[in-house]
């Protein structure tokens, strides 16, 4: 392995070829960076271009484009609450408290960091464990995938900081929004008032929506500057050793998490990064922290979806199966080139194979470098009063999202969401729990509708599958112990109110 790895560096290394690794990852972060683009688009428009580059040199500067718009996309998230990508939305959740405070800096430090950490041990797993994944990955079928995205929702009544059953609730929606379009299998309409609707409810509108405009109608009406030191000091950016302590842990469960679920077809980061959020606060000590700027909260997820952007090419170059679109791009790619993936790839194409994987490596580097003295100059939009930064904002929204489908039903759709949203918060609903159900919805209706094709309807299918019985129960423990650990916490409240005469004692 390390022999074939060092013949991966001398491909990368190549002047020609390290400088499409460099355009690549600086082009990923600025299209991380602008709300509702994403990578998916830039790689679409850039597709043509690989016709006129070798195989090798094409799938590094498309997977460059991928993992850098992870980075990017959560500088918006940290500085503005706008989620450049689907997994920068937990981002949101504790980066954006961070930049409220007076920390964007050190939340940008914090996460460049957790990034770089989390994309190292995804290459090293990829390395190690490329074709051992593979082969696991291979034995989930449609039972284990239901119950894999099942975990997953009951996971969603942890990632609020309010009631579990209110953000369960909140997923319940999400999944409703989800099946708004025509029936995959029947082609028939569900929920459509319009054929613009056809294709369903865009992804990005839902996210621009909840989060971007939602949180500039909240601060609509706040015409005072806020109080942001631009002249940071690398003192301001460190982080103290309590709070490096702090970080260790989340960080390689993060890494581990994301590594997993990016191997695995039809996952993807934002499963990864909404499943380390939603592990944090179940182990945490102190989970009323979280929400409001919490460190492990912010450095577990940006890990977990940076792991899974680079353990997302297991499938995709030793099966040829995509994981997601930005996966199916690159397939055609490849494809494009003459290559096939798929298991022979690593033995008929072993410098494009261990070429692609040792710029991961190179990559990351290069994004490290370029992120950490560029955090002043983004922090310094945090100057600039809200009140003439917000038409700004809007007007990129507006254009990221027509620039995702070319629809105007989209824009709308994204002003509606971003009214709901305002109207959320205002009850103290959290928008997270909605956009994982409305991504993992899909995934389970279709992987459950096709589970019961197989075997009849009959239900003791995911109890009889190993794996799919260790889901199941891993499912039923957690909602368990969400339900009753707020009963207990309150007995032992009530018994130590008890123990000292009372709340009205005197």
Same mark, same amino acid.
């Given at each position: 392995?390390?022999?074939?790895?060092?013949?991966?560096?001398?491909?990368?290394?190549?002047?020609?070829?390290?400088?499409?690794?460099?355009?690549?990852?600086?082009? +990923?972060?600025?299209?991380?960076?602008?709300?509702?683009?994403?990578?998916?688009?830039?790689?679409?428009?850039?597709?043509?271009?690989?016709?006129?580059?070798?195989?090798?040199?094409?799938?590094?500067?498309?997977?460059?484009?991928?993992?850098?718009?992870?980075?990017?996309?959560?500088?918006?998230?940290?500085?503005?609450?706008?989620? +450049?990508?689907?997994?920068?939305?937990?981002?949101?959740?504790?980066?954006?408290?961070?930049?409220?405070?007076?920390?964007?800096?050190?939340?940008?430090?914090?996460?460049?960091?957790?990034?770089?950490?989390?994309?190292?041990?995804?290459?090293?797993?990829?390395?190690?464990?490329?074709?051992?994944?593979?082969?696991?990955?291979?034995?989930?079928?449609? /039972?284990?995938?239901?119950?894999?995205?099942?975990?997953?929702?009951?996971?969603?009544?942890?990632?609020?900081?309010?009631?579990?059953?209110?953000?369960?609730?909140?997923?319940?929606?999400?999944?409703?929004?989800?099946?708004?379009?025509?029936?995959?299998?029947?082609?028939?309409?569900?929920?459509?008032?319009?054929?613009?609707?056809?294709?369903?409810?865009?992804?990005?509108?839902?996210?621009?929506?909840?989060?971007?405009?939602?949180?500039?109608?909240?601060?609509?009406?706040?015409?005072?500057?806020?109080?942001?030191?631009?002249?940071?000091?690398?003192?301001?950016?460190?982080?103290?050793?309590?709070?490096?302590?702090?970080?260790?842990?989340?960080?390689?469960?993060?890494?581990?998490?994301?590594?997993?679920?990016?191997?695995?077809?039809?996952?993807?980061?934002?499963?990864?990064?909404?499943?380390?959020?939603?592990?944090?606060?179940?182990?945490?000590?102190?989970? @009323?922290?979280?929400? @409001?700027?919490?460190?492990?909260?912010?450095?577990?997820?940006?890990?977990?979806?940076?792991?899974?952007?680079?353990?997302?090419?297991?499938?995709?170059?030793? %099966?040829?199966?995509?994981?997601?679109?930005?996966?199916?791009?690159?397939? +055609?790619?490849?494809?494009?080139?003459?290559?096939?993936?798929?298991?022979?790839?690593?033995?008929?194409? /072993?410098?494009?194979?261990?070429?692609?994987?040792?710029?991961?490596?190179?990559?990351?580097?290069?994004?490290?470098?370029?992120?950490?003295? %560029?955090?002043? %100059?983004?922090?310094?939009?945090?100057?600039?009063?809200?009140?003439?930064?917000?038409?700004?904002?809007?007007?990129?929204?507006?254009?990221?999202?027509?620039?995702?489908? =070319?629809?105007?039903?989209?824009?709308?759709?994204?002003?509606?969401?971003?009214?709901?949203?305002?109207?959320? @918060?205002?009850?103290?609903?959290?928008?997270?729990?909605?956009?994982?159900?409305?991504?993992?919805? /899909?995934?389970?209706?279709?992987?459950?509708?096709?589970?019961?094709?197989?075997?009849?309807?009959?239900?003791?299918?995911?109890?009889?599958? /190993?794996? =799919?019985?260790?889901?199941?129960?891993?499912?039923?423990?957690?909602?368990?112990?969400?339900?009753?650990?707020?009963?207990?916490?309150?007995?032992?409240?009530? @018994?130590?109110?008890?123990?000292?005469?009372?709340?009205?004692?005197?």
């Amino acid at each position: 392995m390390a022999e074939q790895f060092l013949l991966g560096l001398s491909v990368v290394l190549q002047p020609h070829v390290l400088m499409y690794a460099f355009f690549g990852v600086l082009l +990923g972060q600025v299209i991380g960076l602008l709300p509702g683009v994403g990578a998916i688009t830039a790689i679409s428009l850039l597709l043509p271009v690989t016709f006129y580059l070798d195989p090798t040199s094409s799938v590094i500067l498309l997977a460059g484009i991928y993992y850098g718009s992870q980075y990017g996309g959560a500088i918006a998230s940290i500085l503005l609450n706008l989620p +450049g990508t689907p997994s920068s939305v937990v981002t949101c959740l504790e980066g954006y408290p961070l930049a409220q405070s007076g920390r964007a800096g050190f939340a940008l430090l914090v996460t460049a960091v957790s990034s770089f950490i989390g994309s190292m041990f995804g290459v090293l797993i990829v390395v190690l464990a490329a074709i051992p994944m593979a082969a696991l990955a291979l034995k989930f079928g449609a /039972p284990e995938y239901t119950m894999l995205v099942a975990l997953g929702l009951v996971a969603a009544s942890l990632i609020s900081s309010g009631s579990p059953i209110r953000a369960f609730s909140m997923a319940l929606v999400g999944i409703a929004l989800g099946m708004v379009g025509s029936d995959a299998n029947t082609g028939q309409y569900r929920f459509v008032a319009t054929d613009a609707l056809a294709d369903g409810i865009s992804l990005v509108s839902l996210a621009m929506g909840l989060f971007g405009v939602s949180e500039i109608i909240r601060n609509a009406s706040n015409v005072e500057t806020r109080k942001i030191d631009v002249k940071l000091s690398y003192k301001d950016l460190l982080p103290t050793r309590a709070e490096l302590r702090s970080m260790v842990a989340p960080v390689g469960r993060g890494a581990s998490i994301g590594a997993f679920f990016g191997a695995l077809p039809g996952t993807g980061a934002a499963i990864a990064a909404f499943m380390a959020y939603a592990l944090e606060r179940r182990i945490s000590r102190t989970p @009323k922290e979280f929400g @409001k700027g919490h460190l492990p909260g912010l450095c577990a997820p940006e890990s977990a979806n940076n792991a899974a952007a680079q353990t997302s090419f297991i499938p995709t170059l030793t %099966l040829g199966i995509p994981g997601d679109a930005v996966m199916a791009l690159i397939i +055609g790619a490849l494809i494009l080139n003459g290559i096939i993936p798929g298991p022979r790839l690593i033995v008929d194409e /072993p410098q494009l194979f261990w070429g692609v994987i040792a710029s991961f490596f190179v990559g990351n580097i290069i994004l490290l470098i370029i992120n950490i003295p %560029l955090i002043g %100059l983004w922090v310094r939009l945090l100057s600039i009063p809200y009140h003439r930064l917000y038409p700004a904002i809007v007007l990129l929204i507006c254009v990221g999202v027509y620039a995702h489908r =070319s629809s105007v039903t989209d824009v709308v759709l994204t002003l509606v969401f971003g009214l709901l949203g305002y109207v959320m @918060k205002w009850f103290r609903f959290e928008p997270a729990p909605v956009l994982l159900g409305f991504v993992l919805g /899909p995934m389970f209706e279709e992987n459950f509708r096709r589970t019961m094709l197989l075997y009849s309807g009959d239900f003791t299918v995911f109890l009889t599958r /190993p794996i =799919s019985a260790t889901l199941v129960f891993c499912g039923v423990a957690l909602l368990a112990f969400t339900l009753i650990s707020p009963i207990v916490s309150r007995r032992k409240t009530l @018994k130590s109110l008890k123990g000292h005469g009372g709340p009205f004692s005197v």
